[in-house]
């Protein structure tokens, strides 16, 4: 008896992550559809002009606003978490506001082809929310820096001819996540899986695959820089390659 009431709830709580990453994987279907309207009305200027340069202020400011509104929502995040209050609101603006300065500085500074970069965004993001849901969190913050090194490849093969300042500046802010992710899994190392009091991963936790998913990724960013396009596309494949051997691997653990 005891045994079934255990099944049960393990059930419900299998059920409701089951919902929650239902929900999530919607969401990620109405941003891609909400960037693609707002690809019809600001580039083929659907509506007309009126709502065309409407729109064409609005990125001019957000691209800045944006950014400011990014951080002050990661600080209001914090300071509730620290208050042990709940985060739920200030991290749904924050996403907000960073998703429309990402779409504004990408729709500002390339036009259609920032909009084609941004429509693979929520792809990505659907990808790593069943990653989230199903596989060990730290799995999870592995696939997002190999995610972004994929992407990051992806646009440097596409547009690095005609964009050379852009996937400079792009890689370089992807060797910062990168370092950024080596330093928190040595705090979190350091703080038994915590941050700030809030635990993020396990207590045992191991970081060896994070620490050689930040090399590999680096390793390959800066061998695409130097050598350029077409080793980029075999450097492409083999992100992705590391990739399939983190997903067997976390697989075979879950057995």
């Not at 019809?40 to 691209?63: A, E, P």
Request: with cysteine.
């Amino acid at each position: 008896m005891f045994d079934k009431g255990k099944r049960e709830q393990r059930h419900e709580k299998e059920d409701a992550a089951f919902n929650k990453m239902l929900l999530c994987i919607a969401g990620a279907v109405v941003v891609e559809l909400i960037i693609l309207l707002f690809r019809q009305l600001y580039v083929n200027g659907l509506l007309g002009g009126g709502v065309q340069m409407g729109l064409i202020y609005f990125v001019r400011v957000f691209r800045i606003l944006g950014a400011v509104l990014s951080v002050a929502g990661i600080v209001w995040a914090v300071l509730m978490a620290r208050k042990k209050k709940p985060v739920m609101l200030p991290c749904i603006c924050t996403a907000v506001a960073a998703g429309l300065w990402v779409l504004s500085a990408l729709s500002f500074y390339l036009f259609d082809v920032g909009l084609d970069i941004a429509m693979i965004l929520p792809a990505a993001g659907a990808v790593l929310i069943v990653v989230y849901f199903l596989y060990q969190r730290v799995f999870f913050f592995n696939a997002m820096l190999t995610a972004g090194g994929l992407v990051a490849l992806w646009i440097h093969r596409q547009y690095y001819a005609d964009h050379p300042r852009m996937i400079l500046v792009i890689f370089v802010a992807g060797y910062v996540l990168l370092a950024a992710a080596l330093v928190l899994s040595f705090v979190l190392r350091g703080g038994d899986g915590r941050l700030g009091g809030i635990r993020l991963v396990p207590s045992d936790t191991s970081y060896l695959t994070t620490w050689i998913t930040c090399g590999v990724t680096a390793l390959a960013l800066t061998l695409a820089l130097a050598l350029g396009t077409t080793v980029g596309l075999y450097l492409l494949f083999a992100l992705a390659a590391w990739l399939f051997v983190q997903a067997v691997f976390f697989t075979v653990k879950l057995m």
